[in-house]
């Protein structure tokens, strides 16, 4: 009884594609980890896990940045459509589809710029006061998507019968939207979204420190921004480490040599595209499970 | 559609209006500020000295100062100690950034507009191909995995058990799925340094090659698009084409099955079959996320001149012009990036119209 308990248990956690990839994704950093701490000398250690944790730490405050912003955006919507306020519904439309038809990474380019500067200046001063500011700017340019998602439910849930039945009742407007149909209909939906965004974040994130680090770094202090996987990747001895891959294409006896003497650079690189694919599983695992 | 373009333009406008306008401030401000710092010695900066450094020629503009502003040789020697430090810094400035400073100008625009050009026959390119590569890729997976569903209902009936050649090869299948996701997923500067040594990776046939496959661009957009197929294929109307006998069975070799071929056309047809009106159905909704493709893809174009720095490129150049702070082409730039994805918008707010007549039996 208890083994089949246990087989039923494993065999739904094998079949939701979501959890399988979470657990794959933290056991394969626990290893790298531990090869890295065996392996790579430890100064490049201590800056691969300050570049993890920033990396990672600014992408989960781009996730809470994004949930919010998008929040009270779809909210300002609803209202403006609701009052009829038709000004206030085009400009905040207008604002949006502006945001859309910047390419993110030209908007977050020219934020970090700016942040970079308020740091030089010591406006802006240690990781509590960056990180959000870096979050914010990156989130900007990546609430259109779930602001959209939002919307569709609103608008799904609004030609439904439940929604004027519950305005018959008597319940408020915000109780119908925030609760009844953001919440308590439209919570996985958006949970989702929110994996997306934690990928695209990262990704963002790492293409943004690399291309300051390799094309601005003369002009930005390399200290005014935080150590993060992107900017690791762009460091000359990292950059050596990944140029071996090529030579070890036509050279496979080189091979070995990369996971002892070329372990910085590989280590990046590989947590970078492992994490981005992993949460691209977790996010289409999840999808599935769901039937979203 | 008459609201779209007039959102459209409003948009460009406002945009326009406001780079030129902080430009302006940066110019004003900028101007200001040399200005102020040469309040003080504005009346001496003409005064002619070959060589700041040469002593005899320090002693003579004091000797000077003090014959025509006499008691008040403190503030003689502040201004002269001001005026060669000025002149010093001028003469650095200009060593320093004499081929780095650049102003618009007509070969300037020239250059910019040749960039311009060789960015777009890229950017058209590449999202040629990814819009062929999406829905290839993700038609081949919808059949793919309809095939592997008969093919169990077959396997179940015989009761077969897989035989340890076919085990092997879905072993190696597996692996070489996994490792071409992992290429799929690589940011382009990771693929690009780590073949750089082995492949000349500043040639605009590699941008393009990178530009499709790296970047996540292709997988994500293809799992979309099976995502759009997955839920046609859910809907009611299917069985409705099943009643009225339309083809239905997803092997190659079936007559009533779909060409293998028909998948890998650049137009794609699947006459006869009920696919063809899940394909088209998706297709319509996948029309709508072009727009956010092609932000997504000029965000990979970017970070992929930028971080591989290839010379003579529009957004190198945008990166090399930010780093020495001529901030008018910088603007040139970015404006024609907006544009390029603005009218990129017009002609999907296009598209979609005139596909939504055809669907509404208005065209």
Sequence with gaps: MRTDRKNTFLQSFLSSKDQLWTVIWIITIAIVGIWDLLFLNRPALEKVITGFINTFSISLLVVCFTLVLSWLITLGFHFFEQKHNHAGYVALTFFLNLLRSIPQIVGILFGYVGIAALVDKGILTGNLAVFPCLAFCMSLFIIAEVVDLMRERIEHFKKLDFYSAMRVCGISESRIVNFDILWKNSRLHIFNKLIAVFGSAVFLQCSVDFIISVGLSTDINPVSLPVTLGSLLAKIDSKQDILAIGNTLFNPSYLPNLLFQHLQGITVAFLIVFSLFCINNISNGYAERHRL | ?363
């Excluded at chain 2, 073949?195 to 293809?222: A, Q, W």
């Design chain 2, 1 to 363: 559609m008459k609201n779209k373009i007039i959102e459209h333009i409003s948009g460009i406008i406002f945009v326009t209006l406001l780079l030129f306008g902080f430009l302006s401030f940066y110019n004003t401000s900028r101007a200001r500020e040399q200005e102020r710092q040469s309040s003080s010695i504005r009346q001496f900066i003409e005064v002619p000295i070959s060589n700041i450094n040469d002593p005899f020629q320090r002693a003579l503009l004091k000797d000077v100062m003090n014959v025509f502003y006499p008691d008040q040789a403190d503030k003689n020697n502040q201004i002269i100690n001001e005026l060669l430090s000025t002149k010093e810094n001028e003469f650095n400035k200009k060593l320093q950034k004499s081929h780095l400073e650049e102003h618009l100008s007509i070969s300037k625009l020239q250059d910019l507009l040749w960039m311009l050009v060789k960015f777009l026959f890229t950017y058209i390119i590449v999202m040629l191909l990814t819009w062929y590569g999406v829905q290839t890729i993700a038609v081949w997976r919808f059949i793919s995995k309809k095939q592997a569903l008969e093919r169990k209902l077959q396997l179940a009936f015989k009761k077969e058990k897989l035989s340890f050649g076919k085990k092997t090869g879905s072993i190696f299948n597996s692996i070489f799925k996994s490792i071409v996701y992992f290429i799929l997923f690589s940011p382009a500067y990771v693929i690009a340094y780590s073949i750089r040594t082995e492949f000349n990776t500043d040639s605009l046939f590699f941008m393009i090659i990178l530009g499709v496959i790296s970047n996540g661009l292709l997988i994500m957009y293809s799992n979309k698009f099976y995502a759009f197929l997955i839920s046609e294929s859910r809907k009611g109307y299917l069985d409705t084409a099943l009643v009225k006998n339309l083809n239905s069975s997803y092997l190659y070799n079936s007559t009533s099955g779909i060409p293998y071929s028909s998948i890998f056309k650049f137009r794609k047809n699947f006459k006869g079959h009920v696919f063809q009106h899940i394909f088209q159905n998706a297709r319509f909704q996948y029309l709508s996320t072009i727009k956010e493709q092609a932000c997504f893809l000029i965000t990979g174009l970017i970070i992929i001149e930028m971080a591989l720095n290839i010379h003579g490129y529009l957004n190198y150049e945008m990166l090399r012009q930010m780093l020495y702070k001529n901030y008018d082409v910088v603007i040139v730039i970015i404006l024609s990036i907006f544009y390029t994805v603005k009218i990129t918008e017009m002609l999907t707010d296009f598209l979609v119209y005139r596909e939504s007549l055809k669907y509404e039996n208005r065209s």
